[in-house]
């Protein structure tokens, strides 16, 4: 089984000053940017590489989030690991045909790759399909470590697992341990979480050009909100949608068509307006990431509460 990764917590009596906020001139127009951009909270609104189309997108970045560089942000500034219940594959309840989201610890970048449960062994032993990359399946190393979320029934679980053998007869497959530092994201039917992020928008479906900008808030699996300074469309329309989703078990941009399900105008002047949007035709490795970030957060949300409490 896996052993766990330590993480260096923050060294005493060391204070660590936070970024500046982006100036105007600093956030370029037409060129990939050459760092991640991130809110005064530590929340990912852009990654390195994004481009902003128009210098309204820059204009309403600066004007409702305190965009910073991400690369300034010190490391240990980051969400701390949580304490949580031991839990078992039984708990679990996993079944045959049950989604998994699947990254090697090292050479896969951060994106989690869509595979499914075929099987399992009487010492939990797991039996995948190979994660798919662009429709090609990816056959891991025996040996190699892979972080997983896995998307049961009544909840998302996150766990780490060690590649045992690699097959190929009579077809592809990957032979999995069984599943070590196992944590629970809670679920909820419909459960939506609050967020604040920056959302690239555009009527093209297709192309690269999203020469929009939003804030996106009360995420869930189906749909979320948007807050714009003027309507994108009328209901019933669609629209496309670019967001960072970043936590614990995921890290990679969320990229989705949703059709416009109603629209609240601004109640007063220089307010925004917010339309409701569901997501639609979303492939597995887009379901994968939203549900995994959804599931993260509301899992944080309630272990800071009972902190708290």
């Known amino acids: 089984m896996p052993e766990s990764k330590h ?13 500046a906020p982006l100036a105007s001139e600093e956030l370029p127009i037409g060129e990939p940017l050459p760092w991640r951009v991130e809110d005064q909270d530590g929340s990912v609104l ?5 481009i902003l189309c128009r210098e309204a997108q820059r204009n309403f970045l600066l004007s409702h989030f305190h965009p910073r560089r991400g690369d300034a942000t010190d490391p240990r500034e980051k969400s701390q690991n949580t ?19 699947m990254r090697s610890q090292i050479g896969m970048g951060r994106a989690m790759h869509a595979s499914r449960v075929i099987g399992f062994s009487p010492s939990h032993t797991l039996f995948v399909t190979p994660p798919m990359v662009g429709g090609q399946p990816l056959m891991l190393m025996p040996g190699e470590n892979v972080e997983i979320v896995a998307v049961a029934t009544q909840a998302v679980f996150w766990f780490v697992c060690t590649v045992e053998a690699v097959c190929t007869h009579p077809f592809d497959y990957l032979v999995l341990s069984a599943p070590g530092n196992i944590r629970q994201l809670r679920e909820r039917k419909a459960v939506r979480v609050r967020t604040r992020l920056a959302v690239r928008h555009g009527k093209e479906l297709t192309g690269p050009a999203l020469d929009g900008m939003g804030v996106g808030c009360d995420l869930s699996v189906f749909g979320m909100s948007l807050a714009t300074t003027a309507p994108v469309g009328r209901i019933g329309e669609r629209v496309r949608v670019a967001l960072q989703l970043t936590t614990r078990s995921v890290d990679t941009e969320f990229q989705a068509v949703a059709v416009i399900r109603n629209v609240q105008m601004a109640a007063t002047a220089g307010a925004l307006c917010t339309h409701g949007l569901e997501f639609e035709g979303m492939s597995s490795d887009q379901q994968v990431a939203l549900k995994a970030f959804v599931f993260d957060k509301q899992d944080a949300v309630s272990h800071w509460a009972a902190q708290a409490a």
Request: charged share 15%.
């Open 7 to 19: 993480i260096e917590g923050p060294s005493r009596g060391k204070t660590v000053a936070p970024a």
């Open 46 to 50: 852009l990654r390195a590489g994004t």
């Open 83 to 101: 304490a949580s219940h031991p839990v078992t594959l039984e708990d679990m309840h996993l079944t045959i045909g049950a989604l998994l989201g």
